[in-house]
């Protein structure tokens, strides 16, 4: 089945730091998606993205659509503690539903105050 | 509006106990999903339905059954629970037509003795 590589694993920062994350895939996606959860809840949607090349921001969040349409960042500026928590990249299934997420194994991010 | 609910929010049980983990939500939507999430391996996709009457299947299907009568609800059974389905298990929900924007419930997690 289809995979989405998420790098790092995980990362443990100073408050105020920025933050890079990215996600491969061996396939093509028409989309993508951010996901964050925090500790003990489920996932929230951050940002969405639909257009190869599309860059788009949530706050001091910013997600990018790579041109290759294989791959996708997240960026988050001034980190500060309440960004602590699992970020994920998602995408639907290709050739099949359309309704069918794959997720990532996910981002843990460390935020020291 | 309740979102999306999830009952019970955790459950023990031992070998070869069947039980049904309860996924409410009261936004009419149309999709609802049911995920599990194990350490280091993101969310992975159980079952899914696109409406009432309707369900399929996701990555990971075996040990899980489902239905789909109302739209508000999704409960998803464990015939004979096993060790192996030891997990934090999500429910998900979004309306037709933006199927990508999922609104997860808190969570319902399971231990298998």
């Known amino acids: 089945g289809q995979q989405l590589n998420q790098s790092p694993q995980s990362m443990f920062i100073q408050e105020g730091e920025d933050v890079s994350m990215n996600c491969t895939s061996s396939?093509?996606?028409?989309?993508w998606l951010w996901y964050k959860q925090d500790p003990g809840e489920g996932p929230v949607l951050l940002i969405a993205?639909?257009?190869?090349?599309e860059l788009t921001s949530n706050g001091r969040l910013t997600a990018q659509f790579g041109i290759t349409r294989k791959d996708s960042f997240l960026n988050i500026s001034a980190s500060i503690p309440s960004d602590v928590g699992i970020y994920f990249c998602?995408?639907?299934?290709?050739?099949?539903?359309?309704?069918?997420?794959?997720f990532g194994k996910g981002t843990l991010l460390t935020v020291n105050p | 509006n309740a979102g999306v609910t999830q009952t019970p929010k955790f459950q023990v049980l031992k070998t070869g106990q069947s039980m049904t983990l309860q996924c409410a939500q009261d936004?009419?939507?149309?999709?609802m999903s049911w995920y599990r999430q194990d350490p280091g391996m993101g969310l992975r996709l159980i079952h899914y339905?696109?409406?009432?009457?309707?369900?399929d299947q996701g990555e990971v299907p075996n040990g899980y059954n489902v239905s789909r009568s109302t739209t508000e609800d999704f409960p998803l059974r464990l015939l004979s629970a096993a060790p192996s389905q030891t997990s934090v298990y999500f429910c998900?929900?979004?309306?037709?037509?933006?199927?990508?924007?999922?609104?997860f419930g808190p969570g319902t997690r399971l231990t298998v003795l």
């Open positions: 998900a929900s979004s309306r037709q037509g933006a199927h990508h924007t999922q609104y």
């Open positions: 396939s093509i996606f028409n989309t």
């Open positions: 993205l639909y257009k190869a090349g």
């Open positions: 998602a995408g639907p299934y290709s050739g099949g539903s359309n309704y069918k997420l794959t």
């Open positions: 936004m009419n939507h149309e999709y």
């Open positions: 339905s696109v409406g009432a009457g309707i369900t």
